[in-house]
């Protein structure tokens, strides 16, 4: 079971990015996906969430009205949309899966999660 990130880069502020996450080895169709953040210095934190059913995504305060989530059954794969990129956004960016029966559920918590990918690094220039 593997997460593979990618779509990071070197971008100027005001700018836009889209990262995705394929999943291999399993369907993630019943998975609940996340996407985190870890700045230099800073602890990990969540970006934006999204129920395997996706409804009612979550987006931190931070990122709210700029960046959107979602996913791709067919294609097994989850996206962050990143518009209007700030300085502050710079970080590695992970995303990260969990089985969940209900589909109604997302986590906002790194320890609830079971699969992770291994990160891509979001640089935004002022």
């Known amino acids: 079971v593997q997460l593979q990130a990618s779509g990071g880069g070197l971008v100027q502020a005001g700018d836009s990015l889209r990262l995705s996450c394929a999943a291999s080895?399993?369907?993630?169709?019943?998975?609940?996906m996340g996407w985190f953040r870890q700045a230099p210095g800073k602890e990990r934190e969540v970006v934006a969430a999204i129920s395997w059913s996706r409804t009612n995504p979550y987006y931190a305060d931070s990122v709210k009205g700029r960046f959107t989530i979602s996913r791709s059954g067919a294609k097994n794969t989850v996206y962050l949309q990143m518009n209007s990129l700030k300085p502050e956004d710079t970080a590695v960016y992970y995303c990260a899966a969990k089985w969940e029966r209900s589909g109604r559920v997302y986590y906002l918590d790194v320890n609830d999660y079971t699969y992770w990918g291994q990160g891509t690094l979001v640089t935004v220039s002022s």
């Open positions: 080895g399993r369907t993630f169709g019943n998975h609940a």
